[in-house]
């Protein structure tokens, strides 16, 4: 591979005798820089970003969904749908794979293309097949991993490996609904309030959410976000003062 227009210059002195908080130092150091490194490696073997929800960009590193890139969401399948909205919304086609109880209208009220979205709502045992063949047809997959107590379709690190050099191919990327090795990033819904009780009755009509995102690039520092998941128009976006719901909140710990 050709070398970057960039480049991080590292000069290690003689350590040998040195205290051990200069130790501990030297260590910081080398850390921040291989996650430098790590980000500028991904600008340069990235070929693209697919388009992201404005609200999202920050949670990502690079602000975007990268081509070949792995994300995981953590209890949400909200937050997960939220990923696939930016690439749907500019016409690609997205697929779920292994999450049967599914809203659709939630799915569509979120702004995601019906027309263009493939559903898998029980792949059994082809599990990794059926993954694998649509990443090389649609831009973004979304799928929840099989459970651990199905030996034969258990994701190991040798099939994620494997799905990972897919995705690189093709280009696409992988949002998981739960655990997966190596991801880009992990989002993870911290906390929840509802918008829509009055004096004890009424429906639930928008929600806040905190959002916490994990990532190697960003060297152990976790980045978090306040957003409506949904919100009034039943939408994803950043939170705005909203004199006519915040009076209204109440706090509801159910994710999702």
Request: one cysteine or more; charged letters at 20%.
């Amino acid at each position: 591979m050709a070398p970057s227009s960039s480049s991080v210059a590292l000069t290690v002195d003689d350590d040998l005798g040195a205290p051990e908080s200069t130790l501990a130092g030297t260590t910081d150091v080398v850390r921040e820089l291989q996650a430098r490194i790590r980000v500028m490696q991904r600008t340069t073997l990235d070929t693209r970003a697919l388009p992201t929800h404005p609200a999202l960009g920050e949670l990502l590193p690079g602000g975007a969904l990268a081509a070949g890139g792995v994300y995981a969401v953590d209890n949400s399948t909200t937050l997960a749908l939220g990923l696939l909205q930016g690439p749907s919304a500019a016409g690609s086609w997205c697929a779920i794979v292994g999450v049967p109880d599914l809203g659709v209208e939630a799915a569509a009220g979120l702004g995601l293309d019906l027309e263009r979205l493939v559903l898998v709502p029980h792949p059994g045992e082809q599990w990794l097949s059926v993954v694998s063949a649509l990443i090389d047809v649609v831009s973004v997959v979304l799928v929840k991993p099989p459970p651990a107590a199905q030996g034969r379709v258990r994701l190991g690190d040798a099939a994620a490996s494997r799905l990972a050099s897919r995705l690189r191919q093709r280009e696409a990327v992988l949002v998981s609904l739960g655990e997966w090795p190596r991801t880009d990033a992990r989002l993870t819904v911290t906390a929840s309030t509802w918008a829509g009780i009055g004096a004890g009755f009424g429906h639930l009509t928008a929600r806040q959410v905190t959002v916490s995102s994990a990532s190697r690039a960003w060297a152990g520092r976790a980045k978090s976000r306040r957003l409506w998941l949904p919100g009034p128009d039943q939408r994803l976006e950043s939170v705005v003062a909203r004199d006519d719901i915040a009076p209204r909140l109440v706090r509801h710990e159910v994710a999702g």
